[in-house]
Nanobody, 122 residues
Framework: QVQLVESGGGLVQAGGSLRLSCAAL????????MSWLRQAPGKQRELVAT??????TNYADSVKGRFTISRDNANTVYLQMNSLKPEDTAVYYC?????????????????WGQGTQVTVSS
């Protein structure tokens, strides 16, 4: 069974840095897309950054130049967050579109991490 396990959230002062990690565990045939999304209190969930299987990346305008998404060969995606602002405070979720080994004939499926809180104090 595939699951996404996140780590790395916490409390940081404005201007500081944090790195989030999300490991895709289980028998996986291929990962197509891994993304980070966030949801602040009273707001809709928004896409922060995405990386695809061909190595391309995409960022929300609000984080360009401050956040970097990367992925290693072990099915783990990272979000390096620098120059954090209070408005970056949110629960951050990892997302993956992937093909599990079991039931691969059914095609890709979507998976979500449990969420990790990031709080930036002013």
């Amino acid at each position: 069974q595939v699951q996404l396990v996140e780590s790395g959230g916490g409390l940081v002062q404005a201007g500081g840095s944090l790195r989030l990690s999300c490991a895709a565990l289980g028998s996986i045939l291929r990962i197509n897309v891994m993304s980070w999304l966030r949801q602040a209190p009273g707001k809709q969930r928004e896409l922060v950054a995405t990386t695809t299987n061909d190595g391309s990346t995409n960022y929300a305008d609000s984080v360009k130049g401050r956040f970097t998404i990367s992925r290693d060969n072990a099915n783990t995606v990272y979000l390096q967050m620098n120059s954090l602002k209070p408005e970056d405070t949110a629960v951050y979720y990892c997302y993956a579109d992937l093909i599990p080994q079991r039931g691969a004939y059914l095609g890709s499926k979507s998976y979500w991490g449990q969420g990790t809180q990031v709080t930036v104090s002013s």
